[in-house]
């Protein structure tokens, strides 16, 4: 009886790894990526999938949304959307009202050194400095919209800065003080708003989340700058007198 019992739950362990195995395989990740996860991880970016393709039903790019027939300028949009996000120098990251990470690109992890996989699913709240809290929360904040009453979604423009953790080596992380790099932030606040009672000026509204690209910050010590030939160069004390003026 009691190898019975042993045999069946071998058994139901080996199903139970079976269905996690097939359910990592239909995550939009690179296979040599789904294949190392555990059943926690598998659980939370299936999660953090299910909640973008809900909030962005066409997704962002084939693999977080529906397959589409694109034709040739579809293509070419969206290989030009991802050279710009490597031109623009930063990432970006969709955040739900409770803060959990349900999307960010994978160029987080120049900025940051943190991975794609280890950030999705989780509460943005575990990366910044805890000194940034509260603004992290007033800018997933809403106040009651007053005259969006005929629109069902709107976006409310958002920029500010946080200090995110940071893992890379000193090097290669930039501006960085005590393990947090500062990063700006600019994007919007996707807001879905619901009639109540079949009547225009009563409704409520739900904050679907926060679309944003993160960027470092330059770094301070600019030692060449390129000057074309309508351009010239001057300094200036802190009133502001001319100490130098470039002879052009």
């Known amino acids: 009886m009691k190898e019975k019992s042993k045999n069946a739950a ?3 362990r080996e199903k139970e790894n079976g269905e996690f195995y097939e359910l990592a395989k239909l995550l939009p990740l690179p296979s040599a990526i789904t294949s190392q996860l555990d059943k926690a991880s598998i659980i939370r970016l299936t999660t953090s999938y299910l909640k973008m393709r809900a909030v962005f039903p066409e997704g962002l790019g084939d693999a977080w949304g529906q397959p589409s027939r694109a034709g040739p300028l579809d293509s070419v949009a969206k290989e030009l959307g991802s050279h710009l996000l490597q031109t ?3 990432f970006v990251f969709v955040v739900a009202s409770d803060g959990k990470i349900m999307y960010i690109s994978e160029t987080a992890s ?4 943190l991975s794609q996989v280890e950030l999705t699913g989780n509460s943005i709240y575990e990366y910044i400095h805890p000194s940034d809290h509260d603004e ?3 800018v997933l904040a809403a106040h009651q919209p007053l005259h969006h009453h005929l629109l069902q979604e709107y976006e409310i423009e958002r920029s500010f800065f946080l200090r995110m953790k940071c893992v ?4 290669n992380a930039g501006l ?3 393990g947090y790099k500062v990063i700006h932030c600019s994007g919007y606040l996707k807001i879905r708003q619901y009639m109540l ?3 225009l000026y009563d409704s409520c509204y739900q904050i679907v989340g926060l679309v944003a690209v993160g960027q470092s910050l330059p770094p301070s010590a600019i030692t060449e700058i390129k000057l074309h030939s309508n351009m010239f160069m001057f300094r200036a004390s802190l009133d502001l007198k001319l100490i130098f003026l470039d002879s052009r």
């Open 136 to 138: 992290m929360t007033a």
């Open 176 to 178: 960085t003080c005590s």
């Open 168 to 171: 890379l080596a000193k090097r």
């Open 88 to 90: 623009l120098d930063g």
């Open 10 to 12: 071998k058994t139901r």
């Open 197 to 199: 009672d079949m009547s």
């Open 110 to 113: 120049v900025h940051l050194g």
